[in-house]
């Protein structure tokens, strides 16, 4: 397909272990964003791409979080020392130039931290 | 900081109705703006797209508008059917290129 992919769709955790979170965007796409759902409420934004470069990572909530995108392409968020608050739904989207192109969202994986 | 609101946060209503589904933001300073759809386990579905140069979307039973003078939008529903059922989530970014997201409202159409 040519939407955008997310592995793995879900995963469960134990506090205090590392996870790595994958995201494959439309190809051409040079916008790719992150962000994390909980029960009920919208999207709250994490981090934002253009090409390889972080462009706005202030959403980001400590120094656990982190997310690459070393070719411009796949980004992976990586979590370390999980806690159990960070249980939620982490959605990707990319788009082809940023907010005034419509942004395209996969499907999410959802972590759970026991 | 931006905050968005959506009203009404539900709506249950039968089929065949028009429907107005309302957004707001605390910043009205509002570049771009889209409106999705969130289907149960899904992402979200892009469903129109106000770019700055626009104060107005439509797309088959679906128009959207933005007051940029209020930071407010719109989204209008035609005859609305039972596939319309599903969380609406407005999103606007105000010059950082990044959509701030409202809480959603979850509309049921029953036949």
């Known amino acids: 397909g040519a939407g955008v992919s997310q592995t793995p769709s879900n995963k469960v955790t134990e506090k205090g272990k590392y996870v790595e979170l994958r995201c494959d965007p439309i190809?051409?796409?040079?916008?790719l964003y992150w962000y994390r759902q909980s029960l009920g409420q919208g999207p709250e934004f994490l981090i934002y791409f253009q090409g390889t470069g972080a462009a706005d990572d202030s959403g980001l909530p400590n120094d656990r979080f982190f997310a690459v995108r070393p070719e411009g392409s796949v980004s992976t968020l990586k979590i370390q020392r999980t806690e159990r608050g960070d249980s939620a739904v982490y959605l990707c989207?990319?788009?082809?130039?940023?907010?005034?192109?419509?942004?395209?969202f996969g499907n999410g994986t959802r972590l759970t931290v026991t | 900081k931006q905050e968005v609101t959506q009203i009404p946060a539900a709506l249950s209503v039968p089929e065949g109705e028009n429907l107005v589904l309302n957004c707001s933001f605390t910043?009205?300073?509002?570049?771009?703006l889209q409106w999705f759809r969130q289907d149960p386990g899904k992402g979200l579905t892009s469903l129109l797209l106000i770019q700055s140069s626009q104060r107005e979307q439509t797309s088959g039973r679906l128009n959207a508008s933005l007051d940029k003078s209020s930071g407010r939008s719109t989204l209008y529903i035609a005859a609305s059917q039972p596939g319309d059922s599903a969380t609406y989530l407005c999103g606007g970014e105000g010059g950082t290129d990044k959509l701030i997201f409202g809480t959603g409202t979850r509309l049921q159409v029953f036949p």
């Open positions: 190809s051409g796409h040079t916008a």
């Open positions: 989207a990319s788009s082809l130039q940023g907010s005034n192109s419509p942004l395209h």
């Open positions: 910043d009205s300073a509002i570049y771009n």
